[in-house]
């Protein structure tokens, strides 16, 4: 006969559902720059409340050997191979209401380029680099958007706005970091030098623009590009030294002199008795005023029962024999090259040989790492610079405002490109939405590209199109050899 064994009861905190977990948001541990000073010590107080403190460059290389290293002419032109295409980048904005981008590629787009010139150029020489922009208010300004549903270009008024008149860049050598002491994180400037006003000795963050080249453990300084090469640089500057002087040694050749022994009077003193100077120093004051263009003459009496004559100055090439320096430089201005990771077919001193296929491998691995450096100061300034400029002109409840930088892959920005424009050729729109059909803005295009516009009324419209055709269809029969060259002046 079966036993009944009693029900049982699970306790009601086990069948209670499972909860959310909160994460630990205390901040425990301090890295970077927090890890070197003193928590007593402070120079300024954000709004918030938030301390900040300075933050010293804990670095056995310093400021004025990386200015040193950046001037070496192998280091200049890897760097200027870094910046080149960093500093040529396209960039668009992007806004979820597109009056914010339109503004800002009207008002910022001109500070842009200098901004990334202040920002990633000396941030790779020094490691970090810091800009203050100067805001200031422009009145009646109207912006110029794209084309309206009518295909009239559309326009906004504004009183006034805020935009940057001129950015200050901090210079390494009388600058130091600010840190907030509580979370480690960039904190302002501190100039060390006199300023004439208390208060303008510290800049806060929330003033500033800062960008950092190759963020180690949190810091706040980076790593300089150059920092890798100075081993290197050192020895080349040596290698250089030493071929300077062999240079000058070869190019003054020996000289040999033939004396005899004795003295020779060179004149008499005030009693009329001859002065005498031994033939040996007499010879060595002779070859060392032998240079070029010197004249000299010597005695043409030769030695009794000789030919020979008894003085007499002749002068041997030393020769140059093989050259030591040449392979030991290029060895190291390889090894600087490797140091700032820029490959040799990539600057101005490309080799000679080499194919194809090996050269588009290592650019396409430095447009890789050179696409790295542009994100992060895409970063930088969504992070920085354009939340400010959202808040001064549209307040804070405006959505934010992007930057987009272009990809450094030309090739694949060229492919879909041309699938693009093949879809559209086909009268394909872009994309479909619930407010309508995306097209392409050719007005907008052209204006942004600096291309020339004007507005034709309806009436003249297709006079206007087929005068476009006709001079298009002169110029194809011109390219290809055949039509009427007096038809097509007159046209």
């Known amino acids: 006969m079966p036993i009944k064994l009693p029900k049982f009861k699970l306790p009601s905190f086990l069948s209670l559902p499972s909860r959310a977990r909160q994460p630990e948001t205390i901040i425990k541990p301090r890295t970077g720059d927090a890890r070197w000073v003193p928590a ?3 120079f300024g107080r954000g709004k918030s409340g938030t301390t900040v403190q300075q933050a010293n460059r804990i670095d056995d290389v310093s400021i004025r050997d990386l200015d040193r290293a950046r001037l070496y002419p192998t280091v200049k032109d890897s760097l200027n191979t870094l910046l ?3 500093l040529r980048a396209e960039f668009t904005f992007k806004c979820d209401r597109q009056e914010i ?8 787009r001109p500070q842009i380029r200098g901004m990334q010139r202040n920002l990633i150029k000396p941030g790779k020489n020094f490691g970090w680099s810091v800009i203050w922009p100067r805001w200031e208010p422009k009145f009646d300004v109207t912006l110029t958007s794209g084309q309206t549903a009518s295909g009239e270009k559309g326009q906004r008024y504004y009183p006034f706005i805020w935009r940057i008149e001129d950015f200050y860049s901090f210079s390494p050598h009388d600058t130091r970091l600010m840190i907030d002491t509580r979370t480690g994180r960039f904190g302002g400037v501190r100039q060390n030098i006199t300023p004439r006003f208390p208060n303008t000795q510290v800049i806060l963050a929330r003033e500033c623009v800062h960008y950092v080249n190759d963020q180690e453990f949190d810091g706040n300084y980076g790593v300089a590009v150059p920092k890798a090469a100075i081993p290197f640089i050192e020895a080349a500057e ?3 030294d030493s071929m300077v002087l062999a240079s000058a040694k070869f190019s003054d050749p020996t000289k040999t002199i033939y004396y005899p022994m004795g003295t020779t009077p ?5 009693n009329g008795k001859p002065i005498k100077i031994n033939n040996s120093e007499l010879a060595m004051q002779i070859a060392s005023a032998a240079e070029g263009g010197s004249t000299q003459c010597f ?3 030769p030695w009794p029962n000789s030919s020979t004559r008894r003085w007499e100055l002749q002068f041997q090439d030393p020769g140059t024999g093989t050259d030591p320096f040449t392979p030991r430089l290029n060895l190291l201005n390889t090894m600087i090259r490797i140091a700032i990771a820029v490959p040799q077919v990539a600057t101005s001193d490309m080799p000679d040989s080499g194919t194809y296929n090996l050269g588009s491998a290592v650019i396409d691995l430095l447009l890789d790492n050179l696409q790295a450096d542009l994100d992060q100061f895409e970063n930088v300034l969504n992070k920085q610079l354009l939340p400010l400029f959202v808040l001064y002109n549209f307040g ?3 959505p934010p405002l992007y930057i ?3 990809p450094l892959d030309f090739d694949t920005a060229r492919m879909c490109l041309q699938a693009l424009m093949t879809s559209l050729s086909q009268g394909e729109p872009i994309a479909e939405t619930e407010e309508g059909t995306v097209v392409l803005d050719k007005a907008k295009i052209a204006e942004d590209a600096g291309l020339a516009t004007k507005l034709v009324p309806k009436s003249q419209a297709q006079t206007v199109a087929d005068a476009v055709a006709d001079r298009l269809r002169s110029s194809l029969e011109s390219q290809q050899g055949g039509g009427n060259p007096k038809e097509q002046e007159d046209k």
Do not use: H, K
């Open 266 to 270: 060179i004149g008499v003193d005030g």
């Open 299 to 301: 005695p043409s009496d």
């Open 101 to 108: 981008a339109d503004l800002a590629s009207q008002e910022l």
């Open 40 to 42: 007593m010590t402070t």
């Open 238 to 240: 040596s290698v250089w």
């Open 404 to 406: 987009r930088f272009q």
């Open 84 to 86: 080149i295409p960093l």
């Open 396 to 398: 804070s409840e405006a």
